[in-house]
């Protein structure tokens, strides 16, 4: 039975880790995700979902999608098995960056973890806002 991807917002310090990084490496490993709450939905990503890379710090914007081409496993640096990490490719820059501000000043995202509890490095993308913000992006 085919499952419709899931769609994701995977969080990183530009100055860490930035799209641009990710374009020149073509992929790379997701590690690096210690909150329990962030672990548990990358332990519910799977193989083919599509995941929007958002830019902390002083950005605070999304800027590109990301396919992810693993399913989790654990990460091979860590010898905690509860830290899993997942395999992502580049799969477009945005038109424009999405800023915090703009997706804040929208309504529909009030009740949206990346509103609500902004420390989250890793979040579900219910389906109407991920459009919405495809749509905001150009």
């Known amino acids: 039975m085919y499952m419709a991807s899931s769609y994701w917002l995977f969080k990183q ?36 979902d599509k995941a929007i890379f958002y830019h902390t710090g002083d950005e605070r914007q999304a800027v590109g999608i990301m396919e992810v081409i693993s399913d989790p496993y654990p990460d091979p640096k ?10 992502v490719r580049p799969a477009g820059r945005l038109k424009k960056p999405v800023t ?19 420390r989250l490095s890793v979040m579900p993308v219910p389906e109407k806002l991920w459009e919405r913000i495809m749509k905001m992006s150009g």
């Not at 799209?19 to 992929?27: F, T």
């Not at 490993?29 to 799977?46: E, F, I, P």
């Not at 915090?100 to 509890?117: G, H, M, Y």
Request: hydrophobic share 35%.
């Open 78 to 87: 860590e010898k905690d098995e509860s830290l899993v990490v997942v395999d």
């Open 100 to 118: 915090l501000d703009q997706i804040k000043a929208d309504s529909a995202f009030a009740q949206w973890e990346l509103v609500r509890i902004s």
């Open 13 to 48: 310090e530009p100055s860490t880790y930035n799209y641009s990084q990710l374009e020149k490496d073509g992929k790379t490993v997701w590690d690096g995700v210690a909150n329990n709450l962030a672990l548990k939905h990358l332990r519910s990503v799977k193989k083919g």
